[in-house]
């Protein structure tokens, strides 16, 4: 079993809808994690084979910074549950770069030289360096969440999508934050590699199909 922990000061109080002070990001990010108030927790199981267990689970925890009514706690939860889908069918596994700790940085950026070298042997050492820069920049956008194509809609990134929510639903403050992320895979690395597009397609036509 292996899991991709973004924000692990994610302290949920038992009972309530209360985040405690989780580390977030949102397109335009807060530094001070005290100033949320209130938030959700949701989940998603892909394909489970009993009651709330698969091999792919998610969590989301989007977090505002005023106290939320009812009904618009029961819309966020909804919101978070398609969040938490999407990041079990593209495989997310940060919430933005500023959460990919250095050390994941630095030996993805050593890969890169290595197999840009392989590559394009000869260039000149500025010139590769902007390359692998480059490609690092990539990686970064393919794996963290606010950076994604939303799953459901592929014409908005996730950070878009919140900003059009947070509107949308009128959430207090006129903000929403993606508070934690936990990805959670049984046996990854053990089974045939998955395609991720064909996987991403699979969850999106569940989706569809239960809409």
């Known amino acids: 079993m292996s899991s991709n922990r973004c924000c692990p000061q994610l302290r949920p109080h038992a009972g309530t809808d209360d985040l405690g002070h989780a580390g977030a990001s949102s397109a335009d990010p807060c530094c001070c994690h005290d100033c949320y108030v209130t938030g959700v927790v949701s989940s ?9 267990a698969g091999r792919i689970a998610a969590v989301v925890a989007l977090a505002a910074r005023s106290p939320l009514q009812q009904p618009l706690q029961q819309q966020l939860a909804q919101l ?11 495989n997310t596994q ?8 250095t050390d994941v940085l630095e030996a993805v950026r050593a890969d890169l030289a290595s197999a840009s070298e392989a590559q ?27 950076d994604q194509p939303y799953l459901l809609d592929d ?25 934690a992320l936990l990805r959670v895979q049984v046996g990854e690395g053990l ?3 998955e395609s991720k597009a064909d996987f991403a397609a699979e969850v999106a036509a569940m989706a569809a199909g239960g809409k």
């Open 44 to 52: 998603y199981v892909h394909m489970p084979v009993i009651a709330g």
């Open 80 to 90: 978070g549950a398609d969040l938490a889908m999407h990041a079990a069918g593209m």
């Open 94 to 101: 940060y919430i933005s770069r500023q959460y990919i700790p």
């Open 120 to 146: 394009m042997s000869g260039k000149p050492a500025a010139v590769m360096a902007k390359i692998v820069e480059g490609k690092l920049a990539k990686w970064c956008k393919d794996s963290c969440l606010l």
């Open 155 to 179: 014409s908005l990134t996730v950070a878009q999508l919140l900003k059009q929510q947070a509107q949308q639903l009128s959430v207090p403050g006129g903000r929403l934050d993606v508070a």
């Open 191 to 193: 089974q045939r590699e």
